[in-house]
């Protein structure tokens, strides 16, 4: 029960005191703790150049992690490959969560004291980065570069914090709002798996800032059927909401609920705010597409107009193609490839 200032029972209570004895033994204790604290061993994590590399002190937020499991694949489960590799797990860095992964996993968590379920959340995530500088070496580093890769910014995965690969890491950086120092911690390392700033990892609220741009028009009709649960607007907007975005019911999978990948929400809302495009998005999860389509796997988006021209005829295709590309995307087709005449489609890695 809380008393409030004006209880007349808070009021009725008089100062508390301690016992002599108690206090003696709480300064002895006080004293003991002091000389533990300056004793102490310093824990660091070292590279695997040899250098240490300190922590940093977490302030991401639980959100800001993504989460991997089983069956999931893509650059990120790359890099965390690489990452458990950096932590003596061997592990074949294939980008597929597979068994061996999973028991990797597993036994790293173990070794940590955390619940070993075999899925990587921010506890999991906090305990395996490591923070990356200029001159470090080995496996960590090839996450980073992985991802650096993934996120359109060229680097090769060699295992080696260069320069040049200090430069793309600010550069990531600044396009992410982030401090640019080159330094990959905690925050670098979240927007760089979410494929955005870390703040733009959760894409309930990437998918909200996305409905507030009134340069992003969201198709509110399907060109093969009528079905308002799975039009590109319906997507947003039930992801804006914390759902998964529907498919449509005469597409290969249809009626299922599928998350939209953050990178792509991110590369789709950085389009108009980083380029400036006005555009059309003609579908997302819903529509008809290929058995194998990257749309039903929520990380891709169709255009169909921009800046006001419609694809094919006159819109500047090319150049938004480039953008979509440096933005991370990694299949990319408009007119000139079979079936892209009249809009662009843009998909991020699985």
């Known amino acids: 029960m809380s008393l409030s200032p004006a209880s007349p029972t808070a009021r009725a209570l008089p100062p508390a005191r301690t016992p ?72 074949k860095a294939d980008g597929a969560f597979g068994p061996a992964t999973t028991a990797g996993v ?42 650096l890769k993934a996120r359109g910014q060229a ?12 430069a793309k890491v600010k550069a990531f950086q600044k396009a992410s709002g982030l401090t640019a120092d080159g330094v990959v911690g905690d925050r670098t390392w979240a927007a760089l798996l979410n494929g955005g700033p870390s703040s733009g990892g959760n894409r309930a609220a990437l998918a909200r800032q996305i409905l507030a741009q009134k340069q992003i028009a969201l198709a509110t009709v399907h060109p093969g059927g009528k079905h308002a649960g799975s039009t590109a607007r319906q997507n947003i907007v ?20 599928v998350p939209l990948d953050p990178r792509m929400l991110n590369g ?55 953008a979509c590309k440096k933005l991370g995307a990694r299949e990319v087709l408009g007119p000139g490839n079979a079936g892209h005449s009249r809009h662009v489609h843009c998909a991020w890695p699985r």
């Not at 995965?157 to 690969?165: C, E, F, L, P």
């Open 155 to 166: 680097v090769p995965v060699d295992g080696v914090m260069s320069a040049a690969v200090t």
């Open 268 to 322: 789709l809302l950085k389009l108009r705010t980083q380029y400036g495009y006005r555009i059309s998005v003609s579908e997302i999860v819903g529509g008809d597409h290929s058995g194998t389509s990257r749309h039903y796997a929520g990380i891709a988006f169709d255009v169909n107009y921009i800046n006001g021209r419609h694809v094919g005829s006159g819109a500047p295709h090319k150049q938004f193609m480039a």
């Open 238 to 257: 039930d992801t804006s909401n914390g759902k998964g975005a529907l498919t449509s019911p005469w597409g290969d999978k249809p009626n299922r609920r």
């Open 20 to 91: 002599r004895t108690t206090r003696a033994a709480a300064r002895l204790l006080a004293g003991v703790v002091a000389v533990a604290a300056l004793t102490a061993p310093t824990s660091s994590f070292a590279t695997e150049g040899g250098a240490p590399a300190a922590r940093t002190v977490t302030t991401t937020a639980a959100a800001d992690w993504p989460t991997l499991r089983a069956g999931s694949r893509g650059s990120s489960v790359t890099a965390l490959q690489y990452l458990l590799n950096s932590r003596g797990r061997s592990v």
């Open 106 to 147: 597993k036994a790293f968590q173990k070794a940590q004291r955390l619940a070993a379920d075999g899925v990587v959340g921010p506890r999991t995530w906090e305990a395996l980065v490591t923070t990356l500088r200029g001159g470090a070496k080995g496996p960590a580093v090839k996450a980073a570069q992985t991802l």
